[in-house]
């Protein structure tokens, strides 16, 4: 809305094909909460729900984040993938999940708008993250419970290794599994307790005037973060100075993360750290992703203590495979929904694992942190056993739409305890935000009518 009134709305589709529902949620600015790189914020999120005749009554619900009109793409996509779903047994498509995930990225009629990018892969990711929910909440484990517990050789069988053999092979990701047996209780147990380090995003928006950024850091300090991100890139200078005002409030001990728009900023990053902001880690976030430049860039960084992040916006499994190969990244940034949803992410996650490079999460987004929870807390326990230069994005918004939102304790995720994969949002939620029709949205464009 133009006023900039705190808004999120719900397109709610219901399909003529019994069983299923389709829709897409659209989370406007928030009133300001929101001052990223794009000038006209709608943070958007197509949302799947998958019925069944079991009388279980179980429903899974699936969503994959974007922006506003762009949802409505998206969710033309799921319904083009529909048909796959449809008049199929539960059983039958997780007990050959690798073949249904190729069955949904090889649609003879969609590859060329894919295949496993764009639209069509944001829509699989929906769907695919519904079928995941469901899974899990079957078996009556979190997803997280559910991947731990897997078999290894099962949950290899999930995986789709086209086009990545040349780094990681499903012989070479199944011992990576087997060796992840050693200890897995006793890390487990660690996690049940401590929960897994998270960052802070929510203190340091563009656009924030210097009195938010000093209110919001104090009371993050207070509930004891000590890991921070700031949005840097619209003016360097101005940049220098935010830095600096959050890095002498929280001091040198911990931890500070600068995210760009710009493609890879060595030259901004380097003022940075000359200026005394000393940023650890430098989140790369562009149109596009350059491994080659990332090659060249990225160990420009290494002597200023400067790691670079990057992966939040990448495609799919074979760009993370190149950049890996490039040595463009230090730190990699899975998104839960901008790849193939639970299946291509846990090939990445070993892909990290067999390059020794520790996986950082991006989670700012519509349920992005109710979902990424369950990836990373299962990727130490059962790959990367090891919580050294790992964290996980936090934002500290829209949490209260969710039926089972994230639990944060001294600044860590504490592993879900609720059946699924935390995607179900509140029925409350969605009947009063569904657009054109629910209250919320009638309100506004009468408002903007009159």
Same mark, same amino acid.
Request: glycine fraction near 10%; proline fraction near 4%.
């Given at each position: 809305?133009?006023?900039?009134?705190?808004?999120?709305?719900?397109?709610?589709?219901?399909?003529?094909?019994?069983?299923?529902?389709?829709?897409?949620?659209?989370?406007?600015?928030?009133?300001?909460?929101?001052?990223?790189?794009?000038?006209?914020?709608?943070?958007?999120? #197509?949302?799947?729900?998958?019925?069944?005749?079991?009388?279980?009554?179980?429903?899974?619900?699936?969503?994959?984040?974007?922006?506003?009109?762009?949802?409505?793409?998206?969710?033309?996509?799921?319904?083009?993938?529909?048909?796959?779903?449809?008049?199929?047994?539960?059983?039958?498509?997780?007990?050959?999940?690798?073949?249904?995930? *190729?069955?949904?990225?090889?649609? /003879?009629?969609?590859?060329?708008?894919?295949?496993?990018?764009?639209?069509?892969?944001?829509?699989?990711?929906?769907?695919?993250?519904?079928?995941?929910?469901?899974? +899990?909440?079957?078996?009556?484990?979190?997803?997280?419970?559910?991947?731990?517990?897997?078999?290894?050789?099962?949950?290899? $069988?999930?995986?789709?290794?086209?086009?990545?053999?040349?780094?990681?092979?499903?012989?070479?990701?199944?011992?990576?599994?087997?060796?992840?047996?050693?200890?897995?209780?006793?890390?487990?147990?660690?996690?049940?307790?401590? /929960?897994?380090?998270?960052?802070?995003?929510?203190?340091?928006?563009?656009?924030?005037?210097?009195?938010?950024? =000093?209110?919001?850091?104090?009371?993050?300090?207070?509930?004891?973060?000590?890991?921070?991100?700031?949005?840097?890139?619209?003016?360097?200078?101005?940049?220098? *100075?935010?830095?600096?005002?959050?890095?002498?409030?929280?001091?040198?001990?911990?931890?500070?993360?600068?995210?760009?728009?710009?493609?890879?900023?060595?030259?901004?990053?380097?003022?940075? $750290?000359?200026?005394?902001?000393?940023?650890?880690?430098?989140?790369?976030?562009?149109? /596009?992703?350059?491994?080659?430049?990332?090659?060249?860039? +990225?160990? !420009?960084?290494?002597?200023? /203590?400067?790691?670079? +992040?990057?992966?939040?916006?990448?495609?799919?499994?074979?760009?993370?495979?190149?950049?890996?190969?490039? =040595?463009?990244?230090?730190?990699?940034?899975?998104?839960?929904?901008?790849?193939? $949803?639970?299946?291509?992410?846990?090939?990445?996650?070993?892909?990290?694992?067999?390059?020794?490079?520790?996986?950082?999460?991006?989670?700012?987004?519509?349920?992005?942190?109710?979902?990424?929870?369950?990836?990373?807390?299962?990727?130490?326990?059962?790959?990367?056993?090891?919580?050294?230069?790992?964290?996980?994005?936090?934002?500290?918004?829209?949490?209260?739409?969710?039926? &089972?939102?994230?639990?944060?304790?001294?600044? $860590?995720?504490?592993?879900?305890?609720? !059946?699924?994969?935390?995607?179900?949002?509140?029925?409350?939620?969605?009947?009063?935000?569904? &657009?054109?029709?629910?209250?919320?949205?009638?309100?506004?464009?009468? #408002?903007?009518?009159?």
């Amino acid at each position: 809305p133009s006023d900039g009134n705190s808004c999120w709305c719900f397109l709610f589709l219901r399909d003529v094909i019994p069983g299923f529902i389709w829709g897409f949620l659209t989370f406007a600015d928030l009133g300001g909460a929101f001052p990223l790189q794009h000038t006209d914020p709608d943070y958007s999120a #197509a949302y799947v729900v998958l019925e069944t005749d079991a009388e279980d009554g179980l429903k899974g619900y699936g969503i994959t984040f974007t922006l506003g009109k762009g949802t409505e793409v998206v969710v033309c996509a799921v319904n083009a993938l529909a048909p796959h779903l449809l008049n199929k047994d539960l059983g039958d498509i997780v007990g050959d999940f690798r073949g249904f995930y *190729r069955q949904l990225t090889s649609d /003879g009629q969609l590859r060329w708008i894919g295949p496993e990018k764009g639209v069509v892969h944001l829509a699989t990711a929906a769907v695919l993250n519904a079928v995941w929910d469901l899974w +899990a909440k079957q078996e009556g484990k979190p997803l997280w419970k559910l991947l731990v517990d897997m078999d290894p050789r099962k949950l290899v $069988s999930c995986l789709d290794f086209r086009y990545i053999t040349d780094v990681l092979t499903e012989e070479e990701a199944y011992e990576i599994l087997q060796k992840g047996q050693v200890g897995k209780k006793e890390r487990e147990e660690q996690m049940l307790v401590h /929960g897994y380090p998270a960052y802070t995003t929510s203190c340091a928006w563009l656009g924030y005037s210097d009195t938010t950024l =000093k209110q919001l850091c104090s009371k993050a300090l207070e509930d004891g973060w000590t890991r921070f991100k700031v949005k840097v890139g619209a003016d360097l200078q101005d940049d220098i *100075r935010r830095c600096r005002l959050i890095r002498n409030m929280i001091g040198p001990e911990k931890t500070l993360q600068g995210q760009q728009r710009a493609h890879l900023p060595t030259k901004g990053l380097s003022l940075l $750290s000359d200026d005394g902001c000393q940023p650890a880690l430098g989140c790369a976030r562009g149109r /596009g992703v350059d491994g080659e430049a990332g090659g060249v860039q +990225a160990p !420009a960084l290494v002597p200023l /203590g400067i790691g670079v +992040a990057t992966g939040e916006q990448c495609h799919n499994r074979v760009i993370f495979k190149q950049l890996l190969q490039a =040595k463009a990244l230090q730190f990699l940034q899975i998104d839960s929904c901008r790849l193939g $949803s639970v299946n291509e992410n846990l090939s990445v996650l070993l892909m990290a694992k067999k390059f020794d490079i520790p996986v950082c999460p991006h989670a700012g987004g519509v349920g992005l942190c109710e979902l990424v929870q369950h990836l990373i807390i299962f990727d130490f326990i059962s790959v990367s056993a090891s919580l050294k230069d790992r964290m996980c994005e936090y934002v500290d918004h829209l949490h209260e739409h969710f039926k &089972y939102p994230v639990i944060i304790k001294k600044a $860590s995720y504490m592993p879900p305890k609720d !059946a699924g994969y935390s995607t179900e949002m509140k029925e409350e939620s969605v009947k009063k935000h569904q &657009y054109p029709d629910g209250e919320v949205w009638e309100k506004l464009l009468a #408002a903007q009518v009159n």
